[in-house]
């Protein structure tokens, strides 16, 4: 299992990921679900999987070869993000038509989730949900972000904080509370993570992190914030339904 998050504010983009693919008792696996494809001062596209790794993996492979050929259909010539959008359903299509039937005589799901976002020059920043059947969905003003993966624990503090004023700095903060909550409550959700905050406009990738155990930011944030919130819950009154 993984957790995944991609957020749009008026600022720009922020996505978050995490690595691990499972955790056993004897066993853990760590995999990078951050795909970046940029073409500096043209377009910046990242892309965050969640589900098989096997499919995620070929699909986000095949949109890598496709942008290094120089293709006429590739991330690289797609006119806009709808299209660049389109040419990643293609893709998830394409691996399906290739190894979904293989995959279910084994008894394995076609099984994967894709958050993709970016910034074409000429068009503002967009972000998208892509299904496993390659149809999506546009993040909007009033679903400004989306998360794939083990979601229910993360999603509380995003549906308090996140608004379309936040600057990119506030929306990572969030995010990466969002990831701790995750973290906490599943064990299949680990460290390290991939941060990327893209600023509108820029068409560059300027702030990329990989955020590991020894990350002193990542750490005082989960103390502060298990801190914070013990001393909030014991301030606020015990109930008095049973009183008399």
């Not at 040419?87 to 894709?114: P, Q, T, W, Y």
Request: aromatic letters at 8%; a neutral charge; one cysteine or more.
């Amino acid at each position: 299992m993984t957790y995944c998050v991609a957020v749009r504010s008026d600022a720009g983009l922020v996505f978050l990921s995490d690595s691990r693919t499972n955790a056993g008792v004897d066993q853990i696996n760590t995999f990078r679900k951050m795909h970046v494809y940029e073409v500096p001062g043209e377009r910046v596209m990242v892309l965050l999987t969640a589900g098989n790794l096997s499919i995620s993996q070929s699909v986000a492979s095949g949109l890598r070869v496709a942008m290094e050929q120089q293709g006429e259909k590739s991330l690289a010539s797609a006119p806009n993000m709808f299209s660049a959008a389109k040419l990643v359903g293609d893709a998830v299509r394409k691996v399906h038509e290739r190894d979904a039937e293989a995959l279910k005589e084994f008894g394995i799901e076609f099984n994967v989730s894709l958050i993709f976002g970016g910034q074409i020059k000429g068009e503002v920043p967009r972000l998208f949900n892509i299904y496993s059947a390659g149809n999506f969905v546009e993040a909007t003003h009033e679903t400004p972000y989306f998360q794939v993966g083990e979601s229910k624990y993360g999603k509380p503090i995003l549906d308090r904080v996140i608004g379309s004023k936040l600057s990119l700095d506030e929306v990572a903060k969030c995010c990466l509370i969002s990831m701790d909550s995750t973290m906490k409550s599943n064990l299949s959700v680990g460290l390290p993570l991939d941060l990327l905050c893209y600023e509108r406009d820029s068409l560059h990738v300027r702030h990329h992190t990989l955020i590991d155990a020894k990350d002193p930011y990542f750490t005082s944030l989960r103390e502060r914030w298990g801190e914070q919130l013990r001393k909030v819950f014991n301030e606020l009154p015990d109930p008095g339904y049973w009183q008399k």
